[in-house]
Nanobody
Framework: QVQLVESGGGLVQAGGSLRLSCAAS????????MGWYRQAPGNQREFVAR???????IFDASVKGRFTISRDNAKNTVYLQMNSLKPDDTAVYYC?????????WGQGTQVTVSS
Protein backbone atom coordinates (compact mmCIF):
# COMPACT_ATOMS: atom_id res chain seq x y z
CA GLN A 1 0.00 0.00 0.00
CA VAL A 2 1.20 3.50 -0.87
CA GLN A 3 0.39 6.77 0.86
CA LEU A 4 0.94 10.16 -0.76
CA VAL A 5 0.84 13.37 1.27
CA GLU A 6 0.86 16.72 -0.50
CA SER A 7 1.74 20.11 0.93
CA GLY A 8 2.46 23.63 -0.25
CA GLY A 9 -0.82 24.80 -1.74
CA GLY A 10 -2.34 28.17 -0.97
CA LEU A 11 -3.46 31.53 -2.28
CA VAL A 12 -1.18 33.59 -4.49
CA GLN A 13 -1.56 36.57 -6.79
CA ALA A 14 -1.20 36.19 -10.54
CA GLY A 15 2.46 36.19 -11.50
CA GLY A 16 3.48 34.67 -8.19
CA SER A 17 5.02 31.32 -7.34
CA LEU A 18 4.23 28.28 -5.23
CA ARG A 19 6.05 25.03 -4.57
CA LEU A 20 4.15 21.83 -4.00
CA SER A 21 5.64 18.78 -2.32
CA CYS A 22 4.45 15.21 -2.21
CA ALA A 23 5.97 12.57 0.04
CA ALA A 24 5.34 8.91 -0.69
CA SER A 25 5.48 6.18 1.91
CA UNK A 26 4.69 2.49 2.08
CA UNK A 27 5.62 -0.05 -0.57
CA UNK A 28 7.64 2.11 -2.96
CA UNK A 29 9.45 0.57 -5.89
CA UNK A 30 12.77 1.99 -7.04
CA UNK A 31 11.27 2.33 -10.52
CA UNK A 32 8.22 4.52 -10.77
CA UNK A 33 6.76 7.68 -12.20
CA MET A 34 5.67 10.50 -9.91
CA GLY A 35 3.72 13.50 -10.99
CA TRP A 36 0.90 15.94 -10.64
CA TYR A 37 -2.63 16.30 -11.96
CA ARG A 38 -5.11 19.06 -11.28
CA GLN A 39 -8.86 19.50 -11.26
CA ALA A 40 -10.66 22.81 -11.46
CA PRO A 41 -14.34 23.11 -10.46
CA GLY A 42 -16.58 21.66 -13.17
CA ASN A 43 -13.63 20.21 -15.08
CA GLN A 44 -12.13 16.77 -15.39
CA ARG A 45 -8.83 15.95 -13.74
CA GLU A 46 -6.00 16.79 -16.10
CA PHE A 47 -2.32 15.95 -16.38
CA VAL A 48 0.19 18.62 -15.34
CA ALA A 49 3.66 17.08 -15.15
CA ARG A 50 5.51 13.83 -14.53
CA UNK A 51 9.05 12.76 -13.68
CA UNK A 52 10.40 9.24 -13.98
CA UNK A 53 12.74 7.62 -11.49
CA UNK A 54 15.58 8.26 -13.97
CA UNK A 55 14.75 11.97 -14.12
CA UNK A 56 12.92 12.28 -17.44
CA UNK A 57 10.28 15.00 -17.25
CA ILE A 58 7.09 15.59 -19.20
CA PHE A 59 4.85 18.66 -19.03
CA ASP A 60 1.47 19.60 -20.31
CA ALA A 61 1.71 22.39 -22.87
CA SER A 62 -0.28 24.73 -20.64
CA VAL A 63 2.46 24.76 -17.96
CA LYS A 64 5.61 24.17 -20.00
CA GLY A 65 8.15 26.91 -19.37
CA ARG A 66 6.43 28.01 -16.15
CA PHE A 67 6.44 24.87 -14.02
CA THR A 68 9.33 22.57 -13.16
CA ILE A 69 9.18 19.14 -11.58
CA SER A 70 11.88 17.37 -9.63
CA ARG A 71 12.23 14.49 -7.22
CA ASP A 72 14.38 13.27 -4.39
CA ASN A 73 14.52 9.50 -4.71
CA ALA A 74 16.12 9.08 -1.29
CA LYS A 75 13.09 10.77 0.28
CA ASN A 76 10.49 9.41 -2.19
CA THR A 77 9.37 13.00 -2.66
CA VAL A 78 8.35 14.91 -5.76
CA TYR A 79 8.23 18.69 -6.07
CA LEU A 80 6.34 20.98 -8.40
CA GLN A 81 7.71 24.51 -8.67
CA MET A 82 5.06 26.75 -10.18
CA ASN A 83 6.11 30.17 -11.45
CA SER A 84 4.26 32.89 -13.34
CA LEU A 85 0.99 31.55 -12.01
CA LYS A 86 -2.24 32.49 -13.76
CA PRO A 87 -5.85 32.45 -12.54
CA ASP A 88 -6.40 29.51 -14.92
CA ASP A 89 -3.99 27.49 -12.77
CA THR A 90 -6.50 27.56 -9.93
CA ALA A 91 -7.38 23.97 -9.07
CA VAL A 92 -6.93 21.17 -6.61
CA TYR A 93 -3.56 19.60 -7.35
CA TYR A 94 -3.19 15.86 -6.87
CA CYS A 95 0.03 13.93 -6.49
CA UNK A 96 0.21 10.73 -8.53
CA UNK A 97 2.50 7.72 -8.37
CA UNK A 98 2.55 4.95 -10.93
CA UNK A 99 4.58 1.83 -10.32
CA UNK A 100 4.27 -1.59 -11.87
CA UNK A 101 1.00 -0.53 -13.47
CA UNK A 102 -0.62 0.52 -10.21
CA UNK A 103 -1.63 4.13 -9.59
CA UNK A 104 -1.87 5.89 -6.26
CA TRP A 105 -3.26 9.35 -5.54
CA GLY A 106 -2.83 11.93 -2.82
CA GLN A 107 -5.72 13.72 -1.16
CA GLY A 108 -5.11 16.94 -3.09
CA THR A 109 -4.01 20.44 -2.19
CA GLN A 110 -5.79 23.62 -3.22
CA VAL A 111 -4.01 26.22 -5.32
CA THR A 112 -5.84 29.50 -5.84
CA VAL A 113 -4.44 32.24 -8.07
CA SER A 114 -6.12 35.63 -7.77
CA SER A 115 -6.16 38.14 -10.62
Amino acid sequence: QVQLVESGGGLVQAGGSLRLSCAASGSISSINDMGWYRQAPGNQREFVARVTSSGTTIFDASVKGRFTISRDNAKNTVYLQMNSLKPDDTAVYYCHLNQMGYASWGQGTQVTVSS
